[in-house]
């Protein structure tokens, strides 16, 4: 078994598609979550893992992960946001990515051990989540 670190940057926000007017941006947040109807639940995870297919689509499969770390960079100097409410959606929608994507077979505990999450500053050009992931093939 061979321990691998793998450095990922997702976007923080989900891009919904719209017919006739400008695509939506919708930033992930728990305090957003907790008031979206299930049908917008599973519509946001849905875009969102889609977006994420370029990023995860290269992945080798992991057997186990050990440590999974996020670090949110946001995008205004002025706003605080509360970077656990972002970094634990994200680290939702994320981890139910690799599942879909079969980089690892489930997201439970006895796959992904430990996660941890940070904040990284204010960048207003490349605004994002940095993820590290150390793992075994």
């Known amino acids: 078994m061979a321990k691998v670190t793998i450095k990922l940057s997702v976007p923080y926000w989900v891009i919904l598609p719209r017919k006739r007017v400008e695509?939506?941006?919708?930033?992930?947040?728990f305090n957003q979550?907790?008031?979206?109807?299930?049908?917008?639940?599973n519509q946001y995870k849905e875009h969102y893992t889609e977006q994420l297919y370029?990023?995860?689509?290269?992945?080798?499969?992991?057997?186990?992960?050990?440590?999974?770390?996020?670090?949110?960079?946001y995008e205004r100097k002025g706003d605080r946001p509360d970077t656990r409410n972002i970094t634990n959606l994200i680290d939702k929608?994320?981890?139910?990515?690799?599942?879909?994507?079969?980089?690892?077979?489930?997201?439970?505990?006895n796959i992904i051990l430990?996660?941890?999450?940070?904040?990284?500053?204010?960048d207003k050009?490349?605004?994002?989540?940095?993820?590290?992931?150390?793992?075994?093939?």
């Open 93 to 109: 929608f994320f981890c139910d990515a690799l599942v879909h994507y079969n980089i690892i077979p489930d997201d439970n505990h």
């Open 114 to 122: 430990n996660t941890m999450d940070s904040w990284g500053g204010v």
């Open 23 to 29: 695509d939506k941006r919708v930033i992930l947040n």
């Open 54 to 73: 370029g990023v995860l689509s290269d992945l080798e499969p992991l057997s186990k992960i050990t440590i999974i770390r996020y670090k949110l960079y």
């Open 33 to 41: 979550y907790h008031n979206w109807v299930p049908a917008q639940r």
């Open 125 to 137: 050009v490349n605004p994002r989540v940095e993820i590290t992931i150390k793992g075994i093939k």
